[in-house]
């Protein structure tokens, strides 16, 4: 089996930001791997502050443009997900693109949004 590249959601960002030791075992872990660590466009503007700590935690991860592409993936998996966000539906729809696993804190909201991404390998909570 090939190794999972990542995409990051903003909870996992956060939790880098404060400290959680399962949020750095997995960050330590993917890069020991050489794991590509990808944040989509949206989830950079929901959790970014412009803090010396945010830029830090930046240099870690490649920041994924909103492609057309993209969005229209996103928008098609939020009117048959219930209560799916937009932010969340973004995040799966890039991981589904490259069969990624997803790192994050909310794992039953993406969940839900699984069954329509079947592409994304695999969704690891902090």
């Known amino acids: 089996m090939s190794l999972l590249n990542v995409t990051i959601d903003s909870g996992f960002l956060i939790g880098l930001e404060k400290n959680k030791r399962e949020a750095h075992a997995l960050l330590l872990a993917a ?5 590509q660590l990808t944040v989509p466009v ?5 959790w ?4 010396a700590r945010h830029k830090e935690i930046l240099r ?10 993209l969005a229209k993936a996103a928008g098609e998996a939020m009117a048959v997900v219930v209560g799916a966000t937009v932010v969340d ?4 729809a890039s991981a589904a693109t490259r069969g990624d696993a997803v790192y994050t804190s ?3 909201d993406l969940a839900s949004l699984h069954r329509h991404f079947r592409g994304v390998r695999a969704i690891y909570g902090v």
Request: overall charge positive; aromatic content about 6%.
């Open 60 to 69: 870690a991860f490649k920041v994924e443009p909103m492609s057309e592409r």
């Open 106 to 108: 909310d794992t039953g």
């Open 31 to 35: 890069r020991a791997r050489g794991l």
């Open 89 to 92: 539906a973004i995040v799966m």
């Open 42 to 46: 949206a989830v950079l503007a929901e």
């Open 48 to 51: 970014w502050r412009g803090s």
